[in-house]
């Protein structure tokens, strides 16, 4: 008997240490799967209220606090902002919730939990509906709710329609400090983005980007609905919803912004040159291979929504950082790379580059090797390094300097068509698989043809195919620009030559050629699958 | 058990030979094996690959195999993933990417022809082969057909006859090794319309591998699948999406299918050889505790009959000693009663002659 | 002569008996399975795939075959070489047992294989020796014949054979060392057949000490099914057991308990040095991972424990309950790497799963093996000393 006792009890405790051990360690395992759950509801209002982070490890899970959901509460007990959000000394409304520092973690603590409970118990005690009042319901472990909210950015029709709304009193929101008073002041001529000087956090006493916005877009708009003038939104949904975005009007035709930006000019190659100072300067030799980038200014504006596709860090000339040798204003990108470089979205060849993805380029632009900007040809080069005419040697005759800049772009060649149709073959027909398909019959011309009308509008394009062969160049490459090159089969023949690995076999270099075109370009007609529909199936004889 | 120690050392020194000779060399060495110099492979560039079937199609025709359910130009089929079979030595996949919505991607399966096959390493009749071509061939006359490669594998490539009673073969893709002998391609790489499979030196066509990668970083990612993967493959892959995407594994490793078990051969030289020196020392230690035991109890029975005669000697000493003891105390007792005796005769006598002379 | 008394007092000789009966059926089923085997291939028997080439053919007459039939070399090493004469009475049943398991995985082998009668080409036709698969052929070969000389004066004496069993029995300490070694390869080798497939079995089963496990928890499997088989035998045979043979019974079980506990301990420390130098516990909280500490805790540590504790308590019905505790383990535990756990990143549909006729042949082949004991058992000296002979280890 007892020693059936003790076997009972010894096992009892070794089955219960095994089911602790398994339980410690899913439990464990629960902590560290978090996963947002794929159900859950989208809400652009939705502020994870995570600030105790400031103050060490968070004890608990951040905070679900859905914004939209108290203003409306908020706004049926008659309430405002103010309910929440102080008054800083200056009269300018804090975005912590009642109070304007983050003191220490007790107090702020405190501050939310007798803040959240009191107003809660007490919409409940007025038959309202209130929010939450357990640990659980706030600090939720496995949130039903995830954020889409969209950010927002103030484009140039936005910017339009405020300066046009405020009179062009650019003073309601430029602002800049002044080191030595240590004041906010306005300085005409000094406007520039927001984001130049409020980051993504704040330092010492410059706020970040988020709170920089919400106190002046936010508090303005108020400002002005409390004095019932036109304003812009003051719910988080208006302006951070994807749908309620595409609702802000847009204005067409805006007039340029009023920054005294130049319409073309040189890009600068010094920041101490000042090009209208030394007219003489200027000129290139004949021997000075990078001769000057007329740059077109204005028509960069008006196919960019904000200063800042270019303008990334300030609205100076890009050479103020970006110095010939690379410097440590410009992160060490030397001005050669901070115009060409590829895989930069700020760089002139980086920009164009992303233009090439849309459908009607892809379908060539794809094929040609991606390094050096896409062309390799040291004549394209001089797309955009014109060579200016000589001088003529009479100062006074010369023009001056954004003059000759503006002429020589305007002397650039646009080409937005090739060869005239009567010189373009119609129909080419390719022989190439006789043993199992009748010959192809390419309608050549009609290919030609739709390429063309793929650039047609396109004046990046109309630039940058310098000649009227450029457009035939993405097939018939690697031989110069001609209104009759070469056959393909001149230069691919058999498949895995060892003399010329690269080079495709003459079946291959169709296939491709075709069908990566026609991928790209998002044919879905023929099908790359479907052989008959090129090459007719042979019968047999 | 009368076995000389020499004679029990001998054979098991035969034995234990017999065990580890005929081990592979390279199993221990600090060379690395890359392959056969100027040995063939192809290269998939999965951006060029269309899904027409036409591969699987060549393939099934110089291999002679049997026709498919449905005809190859049938390119439903590819609605659903497939793997080789014994009657199919490649198929290619359709596979939908998250990264590129709306765009089918593309990859063929067969025999990656590892440098170092793990099938042949695994093979217990080295049916299989790398040979110098690059091909890895099987040899079905002396496979017993134990599927133990088709375990080893770590892309599941061999196959096998299940449906045949008695002579069931392995089938895998043969790199089409009987036409590469013939100066012919492989049948696939023949077929395919877009050169998405290139033959050629494995080297010339990592060398072009790079070059496509270094020309068009945007379409391909930084990485060529087979030139290390399990200590690299005959087959190598380009790819526009990660590999995984496709449904190639990632997680194989570099380390080439032998090195796996190089420590568990190398094992048998230890066991062969130590065991057997051990366990003869236990059997001698065991031994020599019988014998030990056995001599102290001889010992000790020795010491027991000693013991007992000494006491015996001690108790008839002792109780001689008693004896005599008892016999003097005897003798004085006599004594004492004789003079007491005595004594009172004398005052008896005393007595008489005392009222003798009051009388 | 003897054999005829043997016979005559044996009651088993009945043919209707209700295990005969139902042995028939499974013999009858198993020969008509076979037919199919040999004349349709493994597809109309097996649900074996090209992603699962190896099933409870493997898996079960195989690796677990092997690995219950250690209880030979185990207990001729515990009597020959440790020198625990206690025991002896042990050792022929354990060598019989071992004898007829290794000839049954042979045998079911040849069900498996697509070629039975090649298996000798790998010894002399070509070598794959970098196979760890010749290895284990080598010496499941070498190792057959040793257990076949072993268990053979057994069958001299039933045969009357005197100078040749006495000529065999001299090779009594060569043949365990032999024995030993062989079976340390082998037995450690069956779990290296699964090195070469890192990918392919799951983290928390594949371990670079894989060998080392199965050798390892084939002498738990050998002890234990040392201890199963008498306590069976004990029930069924006991009319065929002489005094020596029922005194020691009790003595062999705990002695073996013991030996069994204390093993079951390293082996519980080698698996969990083996989680910890892969770091592979982050697996334990997955659905493998519950099965894992099921197969850790379940079927390793908790017969560890009751094994010690019946051994403390002199509890002989427990440790009998625990040695079949241990067996279902080492079952499982061979199931989880050849089967189980492998090709586990498969998807549900291309798993496998053993068809009834898989399992048919299974049962028809261990049915050979209980029949084939029976006869042996119930002629051969094996629970009992030759009464020419006693004395005379």
Known sequence: MKKGKSLLRGTGIFGGITILAILILSLRVQGVQQVPDPHAEMRSDLVMIDTMKTFGKLERSPVVFLHGQHTEALAKQNQDCSACHLLDEKNRRSYKFKRIKDTDRQT??????????????ETKAAGLKGGPLTCGACHQDNPQVASDRRPMGMDKSLHYRHTKTLEDKCEKCHHVYNEQTKVLEYVKGQEATCRYCHGEVTVENRIDARQAFHQACVGCHQERLAKNQSAGPDMCVRCHDADEQNLIAVVEDIPRMKAGQPDVVFIKRSPDIEPQATPEATPASDEDLLTRVPFNHKAHEEFNDTCRVCHHTNLKACVSCHTLNGDEKGRHVQLEQSMHKRDASQSCVGCHGSQQVQPQCAGCHASINQKFGGDSNPAACQTCHIKSPAPSGDPLLEPDDRTRAALLHESRTRVSETYPADKIPEKVEINTLADQYQPAQMPHRKIVQSLERGIKNSKLAAVFHREAGTLCQACHHNSPVSQKPPKCNSCHGQPFDNRQPVRPGIMAAYHQQCIGCHTRMGLEKPAATDCTVCHAKKTAP | ???????????????????????????????????????????????????????????????????????????????????????????????????????????????????????????????????????????????????????????????????????????????CH?????????????????????????????????????????????????????????????????????????????????????????????????????LTGVYAISKRKDKIAETEKSEAVAAAREHADAETKAAVEKALAQ???????????????????????????AAKSETEEDA | ??????????????????????????????????????????????????????????????????????????????VYIFGLKKYHSAVRPAILTGFLGYALVVLALHYDVGRPWRLPYPFFVQQGTTSLLF?????????????????????????????????????????????????????????????????????????????????????????????????????????????????????????????????????????????????????????????????????????????????RDKNLTLIKWTAVLTIVGIIINRFNVSMIAFNYHLPAGERYFPSWMEIGISIFIVTIGLLVFRFIVTRMPIFCAHPEYKNTH
């Open chain 1, 108 to 121: 702020v603590m405190d501050l939310y939990h007798a803040g959240c409970i009191t107003c809660h118990t």
């Open chain 2, 1 to 175: 058990m009368s076995i000389s120690r020499r004679k029990f050392l001998g054979w098991l020194g035969t034995a234990g030979l017999s065990v580890t000779l005929g081990r592979s060399a390279h199993s221990a060495t600090n060379k690395h094996f890359s392959g056969y110099p100027d040995s063939n492979g192809v290269l998939f560039d999965g951006t060029h690959c269309i899904g027409c079937r036409k591969c699987e199609a060549s393939c099934n025709k110089v291999n002679e195999l049997p026709a498919p359910d449905r005809p190859f130009d049938d390119l439903a089929v590819l609605e659903k993933n497939r793997r080789t079979h014994s009657g199919t030595f490649t198929v290619v996949n359709r596979y939908a990417v998250a990264s590129a919505p709306g765009k089918p991607l593309y990859r063929k399966i067969q025999c990656n022809h590892c440098l170092e096959p793990a099938c042949a390493s695994a093979c217990f009749v080295r049916a299989f082969v790398k040979t110098e071509t690059g091909a890895v061939t099987y040899d079905e006359s002396v496979c017993v057909g134990c599927r133990y490669c088709m375990i080893a594998c770590p892309f599941e490539i061999p196959t096998y006859e299940y449906g045949e009673a008695l002579t069931p073969r392995i089938r895998k893709c043969t790199l």
């Open chain 2, 178 to 278: 009987p036409r590469i002998e013939k100066g012919l391609l492989p049948g696939c790489v023949e077929a395919c319309p877009t050169e998405a499979l290139v033959y050629g030196k494995r080297d010339d066509l990592i060398r072009l591998a790079r070059q496509r990668i270094f020309r068009f970083p945007d379409r391909y990612v930084d990485h060529i699948y087979g030139e290390h993967e399990m200590g690299g493959t005959s087959w190598l892959y380009l790819s526009g999406v990660p590999f995984r995407d496709l449904a190639m594994r990632e997680d194989l490793g570099n380390l080439p299918a032998p090195s796996l078990t190089k420590g568990a051969l190398s094992g048998v030289a230890i066991v062969a050889g130590m065991w057997p020196v051990l």
């Open chain 2, 323 to 349: 004896a005599k003891k008892e016999k003097a105390k005897e003798i004085e007792l006599l004594v004492k009663k004789a003079l007491e005796e005595a004594a009172a005769a004398q005052k008896e006598a």
């Open chain 3, 1 to 78: 002569m003897r054999e005829e008394t043997v016979k005559a007092d044996n009651h088993y000789f009945r043919p209707f008996t209700p295990f005969n009966i139902v042995a028939g059926i499974i013999v009858v089923i198993g020969l008509l399975l076979t037919v199919l085997r040999f004349t349709r291939g493994l597809a109309s028997v097996t649900n074996l795939s090209d992603y699962t080439p190896w099933g409870i053919w493997i898996g079960f007459d195989l690796l677990v075959g092997v690995a219950l039939a250690a209880g030979g070399f185990v207990t001729s090493a515990a």
């Open chain 3, 135 to 311: 290895e284990v052929g080598a010496c499941v070969a070498l190792y057959l014949t040793v257990l076949f000389i072993e268990f053979s004066p057994a069958a001299m004496e039933w045969l009357g054979l005197k100078r040749a069993r006495n000529l065999v029995v001299r090779l009594t300490l060569l043949l365990t060392i032999f024995g030993v070694v062989l079976s340390t390869l082998h037995q450690s080798s069956l779990g290296a057949l699964f090195l070469i497939a890192p990918s392919k079995v799951h983290p928390l089963w594949y371990s670079a000490y894989l060998p080392v496990y199965f050798f390892v928890s084939s002498i738990i499997a050998g002890l234990s099914m040392v201890i199963f088989e008498s306590s069976l035998s004990h029930r069924y045979f006991k009319d065929k057991m002489d005094p020596e043979h029922l005194a020691d019974k009790d003595n062999v079980a705990l002695g073996f308990g013991k030996a069994a506990a204390l093993t079951l301990a390293g082996y519980f420390t080698i698996k969990v040095i083996g989680i910890a130098a892969d770091n592979n516990w982050h697996y334990l909280a997955t659905g493998y991972g519950a099965w894992y500490l099921v197969e850790l805790l379940g079927f390793v540590a908790l017969p560890c424990f009751l094994y010690a504790v019946g051994v």
